[in-house]
DNA sequence: ACCCAGGGTCATA
DNA sequence: TATGACCATGGG
């Protein structure tokens, strides 16, 4: 991808919705949780998860272990998958306290620790990417749905990209800026909760064009 | 009633 | 390697 065209996309998505502060947790660790939940899931559903969490005391990797598979199941119900995710969030969770904790992870340079995340079952290239990305504070740019549609939309990818290949091209467009990938992410999100395929328009397509007409 | 959301794994061909 | 089934709630 072209460098100028991925600057001026972020810049039309930046003026159309504004900063949009993320990631929405008050811990790297509530960062981790929340990216598991959040698969294939709403935001909304995931916030009243996290919140059940901490209104039991659980939301720390230890008590997520020592919890019974049904307790934690019940608690995280509102984010869908219920089941699933209890498992996944406790392979994580052992993980996490297997490497010893966040400040020793934080030593792991980040193409290791993101293999490593990677070999976590439920821990797949976007959970992994958003985990290194919102909670680790390394250049990785997260690939979501959203932006294979929305670039694929602009004529800027193939539809069928693959993850890694898209991930590559960005950050090779963008160069290696935390700041501006968690941005930039948050805003593609923005954007595809503002649904071109809904509204005749979204804020942003006035600025970047194309959204619309290729939608299919 | 239907569609999809800030995905990933597993079984099959 | 490439699809398809499966997981499941909640808001539009």
């Given at each position: 991808m072209k460098k100028a065209a991925v600057k001026r996309v972020f810049n039309s998505l930046l003026k159309a919705y504004g900063q949009r502060h993320w990631w929405p947790a008050g811990s790297p660790f509530e960062v981790m949780v929340g990216a598991v939940l959040t698969q294939n899931t709403a935001w909304s559903n995931v916030e009243k998860a996290i919140a059940e969490l901490k209104r039991h005391n659980k939301l720390s990797a230890k008590s997520i272990i020592d919890s019974r598979n049904d307790h934690l199941a019940a608690w995280i119900r509102s984010s869908g998958y219920f089941n699933v995710k209890a498992a996944r969030l406790k392979s994580l969770c052992r993980w996490y306290l297997e490497r010893g904790g966040f400040d020793a992870l934080q030593q792991w340079n980040t193409a290791a620790l993101r293999h490593d995340l990677l070999a976590v079952h439920g821990i797949g290239p976007e959970t992994a990417d958003d985990i290194l990305l919102y909670a680790f504070e390394r250049p990785v740019f997260v690939i979501d749905a959203y932006t294979k549609r929305l670039f694929s939309r602009l004529g800027?990818?193939?539809?069928?990209?693959?993850y890694e290949h898209l991930r590559g091209a960005f950050e090779k467009a963008l160069g290696a800026d935390v700041p501006l990938f968690n941005e930039y992410h948050a805003l593609i999100v923005q954007h595809g909760k503002d649904v071109c395929r809904v509204k005749p328009r979204c804020q942003a397509c006035v600025l970047a064009k194309g959204c619309v007409s290729a939608a299919a």
């Amino acid at each position: 991808m072209k460098k100028a065209a991925v600057k001026r996309v972020f810049n039309s998505l930046l003026k159309a919705y504004g900063q949009r502060h993320w990631w929405p947790a008050g811990s790297p660790f509530e960062v981790m949780v929340g990216a598991v939940l959040t698969q294939n899931t709403a935001w909304s559903n995931v916030e009243k998860a996290i919140a059940e969490l901490k209104r039991h005391n659980k939301l720390s990797a230890k008590s997520i272990i020592d919890s019974r598979n049904d307790h934690l199941a019940a608690w995280i119900r509102s984010s869908g998958y219920f089941n699933v995710k209890a498992a996944r969030l406790k392979s994580l969770c052992r993980w996490y306290l297997e490497r010893g904790g966040f400040d020793a992870l934080q030593q792991w340079n980040t193409a290791a620790l993101r293999h490593d995340l990677l070999a976590v079952h439920g821990i797949g290239p976007e959970t992994a990417d958003d985990i290194l990305l919102y909670a680790f504070e390394r250049p990785v740019f997260v690939i979501d749905a959203y932006t294979k549609r929305l670039f694929s939309r602009l004529g800027l990818c193939e539809q069928d990209v693959g993850y890694e290949h898209l991930r590559g091209a960005f950050e090779k467009a963008l160069g290696a800026d935390v700041p501006l990938f968690n941005e930039y992410h948050a805003l593609i999100v923005q954007h595809g909760k503002d649904v071109c395929r809904v509204k005749p328009r979204c804020q942003a397509c006035v600025l970047a064009k194309g959204c619309v007409s290729a939608a299919a």
